[in-house]
């Protein structure tokens, strides 16, 4: 059974902290690995990677992924009160098959 | 401008009751999902469809039903023998394998 595991379940920090999610992954046949943003109802698109190594990078958020080792995370420099949301890791596999999706991480920014 | 309609964002229900959440999109997408948030749990797959008049079953289907009559129109039965119906339900499509999802901003169901 596919499996995404994310940590920590949860994270309170100070704006213009640095910090780094977590997401490890099972899956039969991976094909990608994608990680979004929700800060109070639609999850919005943040990343897609596929391959491992190369990082990829959104103004201060940038994420990477180890094939090898089964991991992605997300970082985020200089926080601020914005990045406040439920962040979620989902992974697919090869196939046509959905997305499988981790618990998630809920950050709060704090001023 | 594209996107995914899901109506109503509130609904009240009591128990016992079927209840029917709409989703619609005009963003031309083939693959259409449902999934249900509960607080801690991350998103789970209810049920999903990859193209008209055909759908599967997700992780937990069981009390739900769907149909897919139309490409833009995904609507999710929530039947009587759903045991904890109350959640927020997300909609989502996709252009196909491979591409990102695109969400609905959720209806949230009470059951009481």
């Known amino acids: 059974e596919d499996k995404v595991v994310q940590s920590p379940l949860s994270l309170v920090v100070h704006e213009g902290d640095t910090v780094t999610l977590n997401c490890s992954y099972e899956v039969t046949n991976f094909r990608s690995l994608l990680w979004y943003k929700q800060e109070k109802k639609a999850p919005t698109f943040l990343f897609m990677l596929t391959s491992s190594g190369i990082e990829k990078k959104s103004g201060r958020l940038s994420s990477i992924l180890d094939k090898k080792e089964l991991f992605s995370i997300l970082n985020i420099t200089a926080t601020q009160t914005g990045d406040s949301a439920i962040y979620l890791c989902?992974?697919?596999?090869?196939?046509?098959?959905?997305?499988?999706f981790g618990k998630g991480t809920r950050l709060s920014v704090i001023a | 401008d594209g996107g995914i309609t899901q109506s109503p964002k509130y609904l009240f229900r009591k128990e016992g009751q079927n209840v029917t959440l709409s989703c619609e999109q005009n963003l031309n997408h083939d693959a259409m999902y449902w999934y249900r948030q509960d607080p801690g749990q991350g998103l789970r797959l209810i049920y999903y469809s990859q193209i008209v008049n055909d759908f599967q079953k997700g992780d937990i289907a069981e009390g739900y039903s769907v149909s897919r009559e139309k490409k833009e129109s995904f609507p999710l039965t929530v039947t009587s023998a759903q045991k904890n119906p109350t959640a927020f339900y997300l909609c989502?499509?996709?252009?196909?394998?491979?591409?990102?999802?695109?969400f609905g901003n959720g209806t949230r169901l009470t059951v009481t």
């Open positions: 989902a992974v697919e596999g090869r196939g046509n098959t959905p997305l499988v």
């Open positions: 989502a499509s996709s252009i196909g394998a491979n591409s990102p999802l695109h």
